[in-house]
C-alpha cells in the first residue's frame, strides 16, 4: 500500500509530523518479541527483548537518517546506522588486523564492550 503513495506526498506527510512534534502512534508502538540468550533459558534475565517498530516507522527513520548522513559530518570509522553493510566491514577490519598481526608476531590487544545496560 505505501509503494502506491507518491514520493512527494509522503515527504509532506512526514515534514508535517516532524513539524508539529506530534508523531503517529505508529511511532510509539511495537511488537516485542523475547529471545532466548542461551539454549536453556530460564529466568527472565537470559532473554533479550526485541522490538521490531511499524513499517511507516521504519521507513520514517530511514528517511530521517538518509536526510542526517548527507547533513551531519560522521567519521569514516562510524559504520551504525549508515547507509550499507557495516557489520561486513568491521569483521574484515578486525580480520585483516588479527590475520597481520599473527603473520609478523606481533601482540594485539582488541576490545569487546557489552552494551546490554546502556538503554536502561
Request: glycine share 4%.
Amino acid at each position: 500500500m505505501l509503494q502506491k503513495v507518491p514520493c512527494g506526498d509522503f515527504a509532506v506527510h512526514m515534514n508535517l509530523w516532524l513539524l508539529c512534534e506530534c508523531p503517529l502512534s505508529a511511532f510509539r508502538e511495537g511488537i516485542t518479541t523475547l529471545v532466548s540468550k542461551s539454549f536453556d533459558s530460564k529466568q527472565p534475565g537470559e532473554y533479550r527483548p526485541f522490538t521490531v517498530a511499524s513499517i511507516v516507522a521504519c521507513l520514517f527513520h530511514r528517511v530521517l537518517a538518509m536526510r542526517l548522513e548527507d547533513d551531519v559530518p560522521l567519521s569514516p570509522r562510524q559504520s551504525a546506522f549508515r547507509r550499507g553493510d557495516g557489520l561486513v566491514d568491521n569483521v574484515c577490519i578486525l580480520t585483516a588486523a588479527l590475520q597481520d598481526r599473527t603473520r609478523n608476531h606481533r601482540p594485539i590487544i582488541v576490545t569487546f564492550i557489552d552494551v546490554a545496560k546502556a538503554f536502561d
